[in-house]
């Protein structure tokens, strides 16, 4: 299910990475999530969608009302407590002193009544990188009980207590390298990091307001642990195209021992010496959104990301949500009262519910630890999510997910209810004014065979309330927000049925033109209703013991009585967007990237009326034509699988994606569209393209070829409109006369130079 696209959406990573990636997730061409790929693209999503406290309108911005308040709650911590936090537990160094918080680079603290902790603390440059070469003896460390490192033990529920022992995977915190001298049992620790030093001061805060300060914490703790780690600051988290290295990262202590991935990281902070408040454009600022872009690409289920860094020691909160992102006022860590509110940070991420990490508590995806604890759901099931009227529906399977940051962030799942029966759930963020669109649309189209039928749709409630991106927005003044593209999003869930799989897991060619028919038909039965879809590609369409099904009506028109058509800046998912329409959308925009012609108002101004665009039937049978191409041409074989022949080139207009979020946006569209006509112009190219297995589908692939060549001559006076009659007659001579047959063993004919 992919986001609709307008001229001013073409830069979102979601039309980037969705549309180059059909419905089986393999890539048209090259990597799609590249860092070099996300940085741009980045850029153009949170342009005007910041709120950025203490720069541009919101200056003057009181901390009292700072995300970072409405995010973390105040503990009753107060300065003279912070003495009780100290390494080693009680009797160790102290955490914090006159100058601030203090790293302990000591290997161990001698267990005394009399210690003096102000004089037998080790020395050392706060947060430098530091080389130490000590000779220990495993042995004695063994017998005495002593931290490795000097860390504290977190000895509270989930066994954390022995988080730091030797042999755990947390002992990476305090040892970079580990070195066997010949002969010996001796260890050598050779460097220190300001992370890992981070680390162990995290840990030993996490400890005191877990224990000495719990009296001061005025919240309930969440069952279970969570716990900080450095391993990833030089080792990047598991992920196919972009090595992140986040300097701190926090998981659910439950999967200490299990392989991480961005699909478990619950927060992160980022470290500098330098000044972001000097130097804005740091990268630490892109580190951050990238990854929480990944977060929120691996957890689409997540209401929001929340992520701190430590700038020159001024901590900021940076908060993401599906329509923006705000980054809070910064506060000096190592002073009253910005060394209390480190703490209150560091208490809200590891202490509260997960809901304040912004995981939603309507929903659960179990991750590896959750084995055999949902015993009240489906066998075989994945998670659970529930609706307002508190039924429980098992999670079998997740279908799909957008790939973008600020958009609909949509998640398809297969769910089944406590009878067994099962359906699709689509979890989406819609705009305000569209909140009720999609029903509408579906209830309209009730009755037609091949559209999907809605079951139910509700709203997603948050404390109380439907949720939505503006409630945390509500503190600011209108005068005080540089986030002028922000749109208000609601939480929504539509029930679907049938649940049926992707169009690519067909199981015969007979049973996909089959389909392709009943596309076609269900086409013309949904204009005879007043609704045009607007918006074909893979993604649209699943199969269902045989049959094709419309789903994905989000974007979908109504059309005025009387008339078959509709108008917009330019709508389509990029790849299978109609010639008539690049060519408009092409002649509209000016050669300038940033060109938005979403922004059209026609109610406004007479002038653009006649610069939106019409967008008829006849637009998304051609859009249709180029979904079945891509089938013959990619597939070689049922169930999703590839043809070897198929490659970048067999698609060629599909290398203009890949400068999307680079390349200005008219020559984007002019390169997709004249490579496009270049092809379809072509009276042999898609033919050879077609894969052996698809090769008696060669003579309907130029028939309907022809179509779409005739009602794109030249010549505007000698344009055809292609028709559902047209289409239909040529695929129904075709099936009458197929018989399906084992794939041929002919060799399989390369591209054309």
Wanted: glycine residues 6%.
């Amino acid at each position: 299910m992919l986001e609709n696209t307008t001229v001013s959406s073409l830069v979102d990573i979601d039309q980037l990475l969705s549309d180059r990636i059909s419905s089986a997730g393999v890539p048209v061409g090259g990597l799609p999530c590249t860092l070099d790929t996300i940085k741009p693209l980045l850029k153009r999503e949170l342009e005007f969608r910041i709120i950025h406290e203490g720069v541009g309108n919101a200056v003057r911005l009181d901390f009292e009302r700072s995300i970072f308040n409405q995010i973390v709650p105040r503990t009753s911590i107060e300065a003279e407590s912070l003495e009780l936090i100290k390494y080693d537990r009680l009797v160790g160094p102290p955490a914090y002193s006159s100058k601030g918080w203090v790293f302990n680079r000591s290997k161990r603290v001698k267990r005394s009544e009399d210690l003096d902790s102000d004089t037998d603390v080790p020395q050392d440059d706060e947060g430098s990188d530091t080389e130490i070469d000590a000779d220990i003896d495993s042995e004695d460390d063994e017998e005495s009980g002593a931290d490795d490192g000097g860390g504290a033990k977190l000895n509270y529920e989930g066994s954390l207590g022995s988080a730091i022992l030797r042999g755990d995977k947390l002992a990476e915190e305090s040892w970079d390298d580990l070195e066997f001298q010949d002969g010996s049992k001796k260890k050598r620790r050779r460097v220190h990091t300001t992370e890992t030093d981070l680390q162990r001061l995290f840990y030993t805060i996490q400890y005191h307001l877990r224990n000495t300060l719990k009296d001061d914490i005025p919240y309930k703790f969440a069952m279970g642990s969570r716990y900080w780690t450095a391993e990833f600051s030089t080792t990047a988290i598991q992920d196919e195209f972009n090595a992140q290295k986040p300097d701190l990262s926090l998981f659910d202590f439950a999967l200490l021992k299990e392989q991480k991935s961005w699909a478990n990281v619950l927060t992160f902070v980022e470290h500098t010496s330098s000044d972001l408040s000097k130097h804005p454009d740091l990268p630490i600022y892109w580190g951050v959104a990238i990854k929480a872009y990944l977060i929120m690409r691996e957890q689409p289920w997540r209401r929001f990301t929340l992520a701190y860094s430590i700038s020159a020691d001024m901590l900021r909160t940076h908060y993401f949500d599906r329509s923006g992102a705000i980054i809070s006022l910064p506060f000096y860590i190592h002073k009253h009262p910005g060394s209390i509110r480190l703490c209150d940070a560091l208490a809200a991420l590891t202490l509260l519910d997960s809901r304040h990490l912004g995981l939603d508590p309507t929903i659960h995806v179990c991750h590896a630890a959750c084995n055999g604890i949902h015993d009240n759901l489906a066998d075989g099931a994945i998670g659970w999510v529930q609706d307002n009227k508190h039924n429980v529906y098992s999670i079998m399977a997740l279908l799909w997910k957008s790939r973008g940051f600020f958009c609909r962030g949509t998640v398809c799942y297969r769910v089944r209810n406590k009878e067994g029966v099962e359906y699709a759930l689509k979890d989406c963020w819609v705009e305000e004014s569209k909140k009720m669109h999609e029903p509408t649309i579906l209830k309209t189209l009730k009755g037609i065979p091949n559209v999907v039928e809605l079951i139910d749709d509700w709203d997603v409630y948050y404390e109380g309330q439907p949720d939505c991106t503006a409630r945390i927005r509500k503190e600011y003044n209108q005068d005080q927000r540089d986030d002028t593209a922000f749109c208000n999003r609601l939480h929504r869930r539509l029930l679907l049925s049938p649940c049926g799989e992707p169009l690519s897991q067909f199981n015969s060619r007979m049973e996909l033109i089959t389909a392709f028919r009943q596309f076609v038909i269900a086409h013309g039965a949904m204009i005879e209703r007043r609704v045009l879809h607007g918006d074909l590609s893979p993604n649209n369409f699943v199969i269902y013991e045989g049959t094709g099904y419309f789903i994905d009506l989000d974007h979908a028109a109504i059309l005025p009585v009387d008339t078959t058509s509709t108008y917009s800046p330019g709508t389509g998912t990029m790849p299978y967007i109609s010639i008539r329409i690049l060519e408009s959308m092409m002649d509209m925009t000016l050669p300038d990237a940033h060109t938005n012609l979403g922004d059209i108002d026609p109610g406004k101004d007479t002038n653009d009326v006649q610069r939106l665009i019409e967008h008829k039937p006849s637009d998304d049978l051609e859009s249709l034509f180029y979904i079945f191409f891509e089938f013959v041409a990619k597939y070689g074989g049922p169930r999703g699988e590839l043809s070897p022949s198929w490659t970048r080139d067999s698609l060629p207009w599909a290398s203009a994606y890949e400068a999307l979020g680079k390349a200005d946006l008219r020559g984007l569209l002019s390169t997709c569209c004249f490579t496009k006509v270049g092809v379809v112009m072509n009276p042999t190219f898609m033919v050879k393209m077609t894969s052996d297995y698809f090769a008696a589908f060669r003579p309907l692939v130029q028939q309907w070829q022809t179509l779409v060549c005739l009602a794109n001559k030249p010549e505007e006076r000698e344009r055809i409109e292609t028709t559902h009659e047209k289409v239909l007659e040529i695929l129904t001579a075709f099936i009458d006369t197929y018989v399906e047959t084992a794939p041929t063993t002919n060799p399989q004919q390369g591209p054309l130079p």
